[in-house]
Structures are given as structure tokens and as C-alpha cells.
């Protein structure tokens, strides 16, 4: 599929390769899947001049006329639900149904946005000028870049495209390097519904050659991020020198506690099937678990036999439940960080290697971790993988204190049959999201972020529209 597809610019694919290019592996067989195109610099410029074309038209067109074509993008996307959800896993390594449900997400995105772009509100405030009124509307912040992670290739893509698209700005989509796949399919959906030449363009290749030439451009007035907190800062010092717009999704470190008159088996159950979905490459799930010590020991035992009762195996066969980790970093990555917990004297409950059986692709074992200290680097830092720390605690200031003491401050949990103790700890947890007895963070509807060193910014609810669009204020004196 790869060479039949390939850059998507001013509406046009590319096809295959004439210069540069890259393999693509599956992670489950190492296996090559394909070769793509590596965008050049010429090509970079072009989409930037495409896109800039696009949007002094797409911003005068009628906001339900753009809600239209996204519900028609949508239709599409939901018609070749079954081709793309094989690329996701293919691409990435995880469970088809879990493929197939970050499709849905994906749909979910562009039919959340169709209606959000008739929902555009200003407002009118009297003015203390007599016969004056102030009129304050919002105007699409232009060209906009999108640079996205290989977690959710199709989700993450969707979060950004829909409501630019929404608000009548233009977009480059640049996604991670290891799933161009699933991006080649979402936007052959976007020229399948119609949506104008140079309006999406899509860009696959190094950093020299398609970051630079996009942050240095002061036709770009805006750019997203969906990546890790180093590459975050990075992009935010180089957006200074044509002072973009930001919106960064960045790394996160997620606390769960569970109180002591929690469900223990419903939280066990839910805790175990979020950690190690995607194999534990998910930035908004726990990597550090705090249980209250009446229920510690319990809890870990619970946990590690759920873990260790999962199917490990290629995301296309029926029966798996965690496919592998991406690539050979991340699972050097989290080797080490097992090894720091067994040189910290902490005890491997389960799991903490390859699976013996798996000679190909990049598997580790689902793994829980006991008895481990706040400055391990399984409970100091994000591990993105299948790991889970858990460590006890008595007093809930003592809790609250050492889930806050992350940098990170993207989502956290908290587990509890106490109304009063969940609103306490919504209002004391530093995240941008908190699940009270609850995974589901991650909707259409609903703002997606984090603070401090997790990122700015919202993706998803009504909030989401908002951060590609400019404020404008009138005076009005007539």
C-alpha cells in the first residue's frame, strides 16, 4: 500500500519513492512491511505553499459546508474500518480489537467536530462608550502543523485534523516515522470526501527535512504536538522565533490510588486490562500504583495473576491480549528499567523479561513490580511499557503528597466508594484529568491535556475547536 500512496500534497499522492526513503517493520515479526517516501525539502515547502493556497479559501467557506464534508470524511473512514484497523496493528503491534476501537475514536473525532463547526460562538458585551458594543468572535488561527506519536496513529491524527479542519484552518500532518500506514489511509478518506486540494497534506520523513523548514516558515501559525516532554520544550523554543501558536500532549507519569474501601476485584479487573493495552505505550495510564496497606498485598497478588494470565502474540490473532512493544529502544527502555528495580532490591512478582517462547518481534511480559522506592525509575519516571509499580500507603496527605511530586501532571486515578474523598481528590490531584473509578479519559466530547511538564492545550469537547482559532474583539460604535 505504501507505494501507492505516499506523500499527500495539494491533493495529490506522490506514489512511489523517487529519492529517499524508509523500511517500515512490523513489530510483531520484524518483518518488512514496506517502503515510503521520505518527504524532501522541496516537498516540505510545497504543502506549506499548498496549504497556504488552501486556506484563504477554506476559511470563507460556510461552516456547514465544512461540517458536511467532515461528516462525509467520517463515512468514509467508517467504511474501511477493517482495512485500517489491520494497518494499525500491523504498524504497531497491538490487538486488532483494540485497533478497531482507536478507529472508532478516530471517526468519533470528525463527527464531534462536523457539528462543533456550526457551533463557533462569540458573544456581544455593551460597550461603556454610549451607542458602543463590543462583539468578540473567532477566526481560524490559519495554517496549522500537526506532529504525532506512534501510540495511536489513527486517534492522535484525528484529535488534530478534525477540529482544524473544523475551525477553516488548513493542515500538515506529519506523523511518527513507524506508522505512516495508518495516516496514508485516514487522509485517502479525507480525498475520498472531498475535501479540497491543499487543505490536508501529509508529509512522511526526517526531521531535516520536513521540522525545520515547517517551524522556521512564518506561514505556519500554528503547530500541535503529541510526543514526548524533551521534544515538546524543543518545539516551544523553536516556535519563539515566529511566535506560533502551541498545543502540546506530552509525556505523563500517571498516579492511580486506590483507597481502602474500594471494589478491589472491579478495580483489579479495569486496572489490569488499561495497564497493559498497547503493551503500556499509552501516556494516560498508571504507572504508579499507591494502594491503601489494608489491601497491598491482596491488590499486587490479584494483579499479577491477571497479568500473568495474558495472552502475549501477534495483534492479528484472535486470541492475543498484548502484542509487542514498538521497537528495540523501547524495549531496551524497559529492560533497564527492570533491571534499576532489581538493583533497588525491589521483588518481580511476574513477568520482568522476553517470553522465552518469542524468539522475533519486540515482546516483554506483562510485569508487576512490589516493594520498590518513590525514586525507582518504574515509579519516578514514565516507563511506557508494561510495568506496574505498586507500593503501599497509610494516610491520604501521604498519598495525595507523593502522587504530586511527579513533574509530569497529565491524568491520574483514583479508586473509591467515598463521594467525599473523590471530590477531595479531584481537587487536590495536579492533573490535567482525573478518573475517579474510571479509564475513560479519552473521548470526542470530553477536553484531552495535561499541566505543567505534560503539555498545553486541549484536544476533544468543545475546548478543542478553541485552540485553533484566533480571538477578535470589535468596538462597535454606530
Not at 511476574?350 to 516483554?364: C, W
Request: glycine share 10%; proline share 4%.
Amino acid at each position: 500500500m505504501y507505494d501507492t500512496f505516499g506523500l499527500f500534497i495539494d491533493g495529490s499522492w506522490s506514489g512511489k519513492p523517487t529519492g529517499a526513503s524508509t523500511e517500515i517493520t512490523d513489530p510483531a515479526t520484524n518483518e518488512v512491511l514496506g517502503v515510503v517516501p521520505a518527504a524532501s525539502v522541496e516537498d516540505t515547502h510545497a504543502a506549506i505553499a499548498a496549504a497556504e493556497r488552501a486556506f484563504q479559501k477554506w476559511r470563507a467557506t460556510a461552516a456547514w459546508t465544512r461540517a458536511d464534508l467532515l461528516h462525509k470524511v467520517a463515512d468514509v473512514m467508517a467504511a474501511r474500518a477493517s482495512e485500517a484497523a489491520r494497518q494499525i496493528t500491523l504498524e504497531t503491534g497491538k490487538p486488532l480489537v483494540q485497533a478497531g476501537r482507536e478507529w472508532g475514536l478516530a471517526v468519533d473525532q470528525f463527527r464531534w467536530y462536523a457539528e462543533e463547526a456550526r457551533r463557533i460562538y462569540g458573544r456581544v458585551v455593551e460597550s461603556r462608550v454610549p451607542g458602543g458594543r463590543f462583539e468578540i468572535s473567532h477566526e481560524p488561527v490559519g495554517v496549522v502543523a500537526a506532529f504525532t506519536a506512534w501510540n495511536f496513529p489513527a486517534a492522535l491524527i484525528a484529535r488534530k485534523v478534525a477540529p482544524a479542519l473544523a475551525a477553516g484552518c488548513s493542515v500538515i500532518v506529519r506523523p511518527s516515522v513507524e506508522v505512516p500506514g495508518v495516516a496514508m489511509i485516514m487522509f485517502d478518506c479525507i480525498r475520498e470526501a472531498g475535501v479540497p486540494a491543499g487543505v490536508a497534506n501529509l508529509l512522511i520523513g526526517p526531521t531535516s527535512n520536513t521540522y525545520k523548514p515547517i517551524m522556521a516558515s512564518s506561514v505556519v501559525r500554528k503547530v500541535s504536538l503529541t510526543g514526548s516532554t524533551n521534544v515538546g520544550q524543543q518545539m516551544i523554543r523553536d516556535s519563539a522565533e515566529t511566535v506560533k501558536r502551541v498545543s502540546m500532549e506530552l509525556g505523563g507519569n500517571a498516579p492511580m490510588i486506590v483507597f481502602d474501601d474500594a471494589d478491589l476485584e472491579k478495580t483489579l479487573d479495569l486496572a489490569v486490562a488499561t495497564k497493559y493495552a498497547n503493551a503500556g505505550q499509552v501516556c494516560v495510564t498508571p504507572d504508579r500504583f499507591y494502594v491503601h496497606e489494608s489491601l497491598h498485598d491482596q491488590f499486587v497478588e490479584g494483579f499479577a495473576r491477571r497479568a500473568g494470565a495474558l495472552k502475549l502474540g501477534n495483534g492479528l490473532k484472535e486470541d492475543t491480549q498484548m502484542g509487542p512493544l514498538i521497537n528495540q529502544r523501547r524495549l531496551s527502555a524497559i529492560e533497564a528499567i527492570v533491571e534499576d528495580a532489581r538493583s533497588r532490591g525491589a521483588k518481580i512478582v511476574t513477568g520482568g523479561k522476553r517470553p522465552a517462547e518469542m524468539n522475533t518481534g519486540f515482546f516483554f511480559e506483562p510485569t508487576v513490580i512490589s516493594g520498590l522506592a518513590d525514586d525507582g525509575l518504574a515509579l519516578a519516571e514514565e516507563n511506557f511499557g508494561p510495568i506496574a509499580a505498586i507500593t503501599p500507603f497509610s494516610r491520604q496527605d501521604e498519598v495525595f503528597e507523593r502522587a504530586n511530586a511527579s513533574e509530569m501532571g497529565l491524568s491520574a486515578y483514583v479508586f473509591t466508594r467515598d463521594q467525599g474523598r473523590a471530590r477531595e481528590a479531584v481537587e487536590t490531584l495536579a492533573a490535567g484529568m482525573v478518573g475517579v473509578n474510571s479509564f475513560a479519559l479519552a473521548a470526542a466530547e470530553a477536553p484531552f491535556g495535561g499541566i505543567k511538564a505534560s503539555g498545553m492545550g486541549r484536544e476533544g469537547g468543545v475546548e478543542g475547536i478553541l485552540d485553533y482559532s484566533n480571538v477578535k474583539l470589535a468596538q462597535m460604535v454606530i
